[in-house]
Each structure stands twice: as structure tokens, then as C-alpha cells.
């Protein structure tokens, strides 16, 4: 089994900064890909940022610039380096990791509110 937690949200103001975590622990032989979603009250989870299984980014073109994804493999955490927030992106923000050990697995974060208003 492997647990995902995440920490680093909380209340910022437009055009401040955050930066929220996400640690992987449990049975991990290898991450094959990994992400950053939100999502907004009334609103679909969507993603803003990840790497995919050949190391390469993406990021939702709403963040592209502002919002930076980067990991530590000897730590099994993924992080979401997010700059000039504006208040359009508060939302519950949830980490997934594609595991594999002993065949491939998807798993969330609890995930972490970030809130962006003056």
C-alpha cells in the first residue's frame, strides 16, 4: 500500500506564493508518472501540472508560467513551486503518483486547500 500526503496550502494573498508538497510512502518500486489537480467548488478536477512516464511536463495553459512541478526521487515528493496567484486559482489541490510494484496503481492526496484572496 502506499500513502500520499500533502501539506504547504493555506491562505495567500493575489500575487504571493506557495508552495505545497506531496510525499509518497509504503511499497514503491518505481513511480511511473505524477501530477498536481484542482479543483474549485461547482467545478471539474483538472490538471495543472504534471510529468509524464518519460519525464517530460505539462501544465494546464491557465498556470503556464506561473506554476513550476518539480521532484525529488530519493524522496518520493513531488512539489508545485505556484507564483502570482490569483484569486481564480483557489481550489483543493490533490497530488497523484502512478505507482508500480507488482503491477501499476493510481493514488491521490488527501488534498490541500489554497486559497487566494486580498
Known amino acids: 500500500q502506499v500513502q500520499l500526503v500533502e501539506s504547504g496550502g493555506g491562505l495567500v494573498q493575489p500575487g504571493g506564493p506557495l508552495r505545497p508538497s506531496c510525499a509518497a510512502s509504503g511499497s514503491i518500486f518505481s513511480i511511473n508518472a505524477m501530477g498536481w489537480y484542482r479543483q474549485a467548488p461547482g467545478k471539474e478536477r483538472e490538471l495543472v501540472a504534471g510529468?509524464?512516464?518519460?519525464?517530460?511536463?505539462n501544465y494546464a495553459d491557465s498556470v503556464k508560467g506561473r506554476f513550476t512541478i518539480s521532484r525529488d526521487n530519493a524522496k518520493n515528493t513531488a512539489y508545485l513551486q505556484m507564483n502570482s496567484l490569483k484569486p481564480e486559482d483557489t481550489a483543493v489541490y490533490y497530488c497523484h503518483f502512478q505507482v508500480w510494484n507488482m503491477g501499476m496503481r493510481d493514488y491521490w492526496g488527501q488534498g490541500t486547500q489554497v486559497t487566494v484572496s486580498s
Open positions: 510529468f509524464t512516464s518519460g519525464g517530460i511536463t
